[in-house]
């Protein structure tokens, strides 16, 4: 079983890196094709749009396999995850408190707040 979720795990990372790659090639031309818009080839810079096109579409699907994989977790398995979330969250709070911007401090506690009332939720609607 260990062996799976490591190949499950190098998978998504292999997804998220390619996603990543995906998106930063996109913005890189669509940057220059805004930059060099009054210069250049128009076949070339026709090329470059369907190549965006191309890209746009890919991201699209790797946005949505790694959505879809969210779908299979259990709501035992997203409980535990919420609660292992919140205690880890709680523990780099109190072990970081001096370091931690005000901002950064406030998002923390927002988000530990809405941990809690999913783990509330979840705790009651089972």
Do not use: C, W
């Not at 946005?63 to 259990?74: F, G, M, V």
């Not at 398995?77 to 523990?91: A, D, P």
């Amino acid at each position: 079983m260990v062996n799976f979720e490591n190949y499950d795990n190098e998978k998504k990372d292999k997804q998220l890196e390619n996603l990543e790659n995906l998106v930063e090639n996109h913005t890189r031309t669509e940057r220059h094709l805004e930059q060099y818009s009054q210069i250049g080839d128009p076949e070339n810079k026709e090329h470059a749009r369907e190549i965006q096109r191309v890209r746009e579409q890919q991201i699209y699907e790797l946005e949505s396999k790694l959505k879809d994989e969210d779908k299979y977790i259990t709501p035992e398995e997203h409980l535990q995850n919420l609660k292992e979330n919140y205690e880890n969250t709680k523990n780099y709070i109190e072990n970081n408190l001096d370091s931690i911007d005000q901002q950064m401090l406030e998002n923390l506690r927002d988000k530990q707040q809405h941990r809690r009332e999913q783990i509330i939720f979840l705790e009651d609607k089972s």
